[in-house]
């Protein structure tokens, strides 16, 4: 008997090991606490959530229905007119123009930023004299306004200009630049891309801070050289950074307006003439808000698309 009641005290002591142990009840002061620092966090969120609704979603939702409607600038009242102004561009060459400088300059400036802003920072992260110095003059031109960094650019690509007098100095002809349908865009897209560099390379340093010395100390123990290690370890250890810059870059880039309305106004022959200039031209030149806002809900559509497909490669990437 004796042994059979010290089994089962046994038993019973096992048992109630097993057993989670019973959560502490949630008393009111902790509901209190609790309800104090949701408040809180709402009240400091407040004001950010206040300045998105009112600067992103309510001019989207606005968007959406301007672009529904026609406005009749002999009567001066707007109509709902459906489709149509989508249905306009959609058939209108001129916007399939449009559409293709963008997706032209995007596919050239953007990999190009992605891969200097990377060389920089690979250049500017190693031990070299006044290393702070160079990073730093680097990231100015992203500092300066761009209405303030065009009108020099504008003045340099004349055909008296800076630049040409920088070519025949070394014995080369001089260049057009913006006054050259082939040579305009390009010639924007230098100067976005001399004021992006430098912010995009912060990143990209960060980046590279984040990754353990121990690996390279480990690389070289193995005989690996500076590019075994750049395409073994840094490059796939920055996938990540340099996906998010990628993404960052693209947006701001399908939104490039000042240059091109400062510089070419579209010009010459509709060669730098990309969407947001087009956008400014029909709502406010020609006076066509509703094909506008069309264009600017076209604008948000095909950039929701390429950033879902860039997010979802970079997800993939991280597997």
Excluded at 109 to 118: D, F, G, R, W
Excluded at 167 to 185: C, D, E, K, M
Aim: proline share 6%; with cysteine.
């Amino acid at each position: 008997m004796a042994d059979t009641a010290h089994r089962s005290a046994v038993a019973l002591n096992d048992a109630a090991a097993d057993r989670p142990a019973a959560r502490p009840p949630v008393t009111r002061a902790k509901r209190r606490r609790a309800r104090r620092d949701t408040a809180l966090a709402f009240t400091l969120l407040a004001p950010a959530l206040v300045a998105m609704v009112t600067m992103r979603v309510v001019p989207m939702f606005s968007a959406v229905w301007q672009s529904v409607q026609q406005l009749s600038l002999s009567q001066g009242r707007t109509t709902f007119a459906g489709l149509e102004n989508y249905r306009f561009l959609l058939t209108n060459s001129d916007f399939h123009s449009v559409l293709l400088v963008t997706l032209v300059f995007n596919l050239v400036l953007n990999p190009a930023i992605v891969v200097l802003s990377t060389a920089l920072a690979l250049l500017l992260s190693q031990r070299i004299p006044w290393v702070g110095l160079w990073r730093s003059l680097v990231f100015v031109p992203a500092a300066v306004p761009g209405v303030v960094v065009t009108p020099i650019w504008s003045t340099a690509l004349q055909p008296d200009g800076l630049v040409n007098a920088v070519l025949r100095a070394v014995g080369l002809p001089a260049q057009p630049f913006l006054t050259s349908s082939s040579q305009a865009l390009f010639s924007i897209g230098i100067m976005v891309t001399w004021g992006a560099l430098g912010y995009w390379m912060i990143f990209i340093i960060a980046g590279l801070k984040d990754i353990p010395e121990s690996l390279y100390e480990v690389a070289m123990l193995d005989g690996a050289g500076w590019w075994r290690r750049l395409f073994s370890i840094t490059l796939p250890l920055l996938r990540r950074p340099m996906s998010f810059v990628l993404i960052a870059c693209t947006v701001g880039s399908f939104l490039i307006f000042a240059p091109v309305q400062i510089l070419t106004k579209g010009g010459p022959n509709g060669s730098t003439n990309l969407i947001m200039y087009d956008i400014y031209n029909n709502a406010y030149q020609i006076g066509d808000l509703g094909v506008g806002q069309a264009e600017v809900v076209v604008l948000m559509l095909i950039l929701a698309v390429i950033v879902a497909i860039q997010f979802r490669l970079l997800r993939e990437d991280s597997k």
